[in-house]
């Protein structure tokens, strides 16, 4: 049974950092591509960014890069978003998603998700 489990969300003041894990169990996590999304109240969910499956490298959207750092941990079958000069605009829900291609990442057509952790920016 596939499992994307995640966990660290929680409150942070604007200008903080936050650190979200993702722990992967039921598929072959060395052979998927990890994502993270978000989607905020009333928006549409978004991409944050994903690793590529070794973990060596990483795609951001435009909109997501300079903030956002995803790694994964190929022994533990984790992933990471660690998350810094929070903005309230970040306030959201974010996922943990894995699927074999890229592609599906990108446009959201994902084969797994997680069920989301709140993340919540304000002072």
């Known amino acids: 049974q596939v499992q994307l489990v995640e966990s660290g969300g929680g409150l942070v003041q604007p200008g903080g950092s936050l650190r979200l894990s993702c722990a992967a169990s039921?598929?072959?996590?060395?052979?998927?591509?990890m994502g993270w999304y978000r989607q905020a109240p009333g928006r549409e969910c978004e991409l944050v960014g994903a690793t590529i499956r070794s973990g060596s490298s990483t795609y951001y959207p435009d909109s997501m890069k300079g903030r956002f750092t995803i790694s994964r941990d190929i022994v533990k079958n984790t992933v990471d978003l660690k998350m810094h000069r929070l903005k309230p605009k970040d306030t959201a829900v974010y996922y943990c998603?894995?699927?074999?291609?890229?592609?599906?990442?990108?446009?959201?057509?994902?084969?797994?998700w997680g069920q989301g952790t709140q993340v919540t920016v304000s002072p």
């Open positions: 998603a894995a699927d074999k291609t890229v592609h599906d990442i990108v446009v959201g057509s994902t084969e797994y």
């Open positions: 039921g598929f072959r996590f060395s052979t998927y591509v």
